[in-house]
């Protein structure tokens, strides 16, 4: 099976230029490109979209070319906005650049036989002067033709119109294409749905320059990711889970994919695993006769997270989830306590009075876990109260500093799913 065959088999494909790719990727071991802007410190779960495009034709022995956009990344592609982004220094683009690198390296080898590769093309664009590019660049454009893609269109349309600034970004992606095409034999680039016009003025660069070079580059692009209820991946849509565990920890990574749909699991371990297609569609098959098992969810939350995290992220994820029901508080960090119980109520009390002690009792009325102290004796008695998951059964139990998880926090729990943290103030 040929990369292209994979890469369809898994809905990784949405267009491509021309139907000659197929026997390009069939025939041939190739160079392949894919861009990233770095307009944050993190990607997120839609840039891993193309990280694991990437992934399938390295597996498949092709040269990987993983672009970072030190140049672009100054701009701002219009494609898919409404508005212009806001302008970045030099030195933030810099610093975005080294921290996509690592996340990269979590899903691409840059090492061992046939290792991926980041370019950047801030290295072949900087030292360009305005005339150097409206000589040998600009030139090959024209206006019409960059008229009617439609990222130009839907922005010229709009209220806020297009900058001059950002109406060139074509001209600059199509001159990566360029580039690398001639510097590092590329011939493919890939990228989202939303990229098409500025592969295609890729290409056309390619052919204007050379035209013996004309078929002898391809496009091909993804489908932008979305839920079964038309909600879109990525950080502008608000429902941003990042690849930096920084800002999505691999516990709320591990629980975004433990939470997708039956309608979308199965998209999703296409996309986001590397699974073989035929033991993901068995996995789907038994899940539908026992939905409510979730089996395909935790595969793909173990697959995901395993790939992004590693094992140790995946172990303090599962420790993590299983706190929620019961388990070990004391193994997690406070990082991790702190996600898993971000949305729970929350109480501060004194420092003093923790180094006095304060009664359980107290606690459960002052929290509000329990309207009185009598009920709070009575649930203390009936064996549904938990100090940090553990049971408590002495409603004169008195709580100290050394009670405290981490030195600052103590998680109660009435009953099954009734938490609260208690704060050290």
């Given amino acids: 099976m040929s990369v292209f065959d994979e890469l369809k088999r898994r809905g990784f494909i949405a267009q491509v230029t021309d139907e000659g790719i197929i026997e390009h990727l069939k025939n041939n071991k190739v160079t392949v490109y894919c861009g990233f802007d770095p307009t944050a410190n993190s990607l997120h779960i839609g840039n891993l979209v193309p990280i694991m495009g990437l992934a399938h034709f390295q597996r498949c022995g092709n040269k990987v070319l993983a672009l970072v956009g030190g140049a672009t990344g100054m701009i701002g592609d219009p494609s898919g906005r409404s508005t212009e982004r806001n302008l970045q220094t030099i030195e933030k683009v810099k610093e975005n650049v080294e921290a996509i690198k690592k996340q990269m390296g979590t899903v691409l080898k840059f090492d061992g036989d046939n290792p991926a590769e980041i370019v950047n093309n801030y290295d072949w664009t900087a ?12 030139k090959f454009f024209t206006i019409n033709y960059m008229l009617t893609k439609d990222s130009v269109k ?3 349309a709009s209220e806020n119109g297009i900058s001059f600034t950002e109406f060139s970004y074509m001209t600059l992606q199509a001159h990566d294409f360029l580039h690398l095409f001639k510097e590092k034999n590329c011939t493919v680039e890939f990228g989202g749905n939303d990229q098409w016009g ?11 320059m050379n035209p013996d070079d004309a078929g002898k580059a391809f496009g ?5 990711m979305t839920t079964s209820t038309g909600e879109k991946f990525g950080k502008s849509a608000g429902n941003a889970v990042w690849l930096d565990a920084e800002k999505t920890s691999p516990y709320q990574y591990y629980q975004y994919w433990i939470n997708v749909t039956d309608e979308d699991v199965e998209k999703m371990l296409k996309i986001f695993t590397f699974l073989d297609v035929d033991e993901i569609e068995k996995v789907v098959e038994e899940h539908k006769k026992e939905p409510h098992l979730r089996k395909a969810q935790i595969l793909l939350a173990t697959e995901a997270t395993r790939i992004m995290h590693g094992e140790d992220g995946l172990r303090s ?3 993590a989830s299983a706190a929620l029901f019961g388990g070990d508080l004391h193994g997690l960090s406070e990082h991790d306590l702190l996600s898993i119980f971000k949305d729970v109520p929350s109480t501060s009390v004194s420092a003093n009075d923790f180094e006095n002690g304060v009664n359980l009792t107290d606690l459960l009325v002052l ?3 329990q309207p ?5 004796r009575a649930m203390i008695a009936q064996g549904g109260c938990y100090v940090n998951n553990e049971k408590a059964d002495n409603a004169d139990m008195m709580l100290k500093t050394a009670d405290l ?4 926090l103590i998680v109660l729990r009435c009953g099954k799913k009734n938490y609260h943290l208690v704060m050290k103030g």
Avoid: C, Y
């Fill in 317 to 319: 994820a599962q420790a």
């Fill in 127 to 138: 030292n360009m002067s305005i005339l150097d590019w409206l000589r040998d660049v600009g």
């Fill in 372 to 376: 009185s102290k009598g009920k709070a």
């Fill in 220 to 224: 091909m692009t993804f489908p932008l």
């Fill in 367 to 369: 929290t509000k876990m």
């Fill in 154 to 156: 839907t922005r010229i």
């Fill in 198 to 208: 500025n592969i295609t003025a890729g290409l056309e660069l390619i052919r204007r």
């Fill in 405 to 408: 998880l981490h030195g600052s």
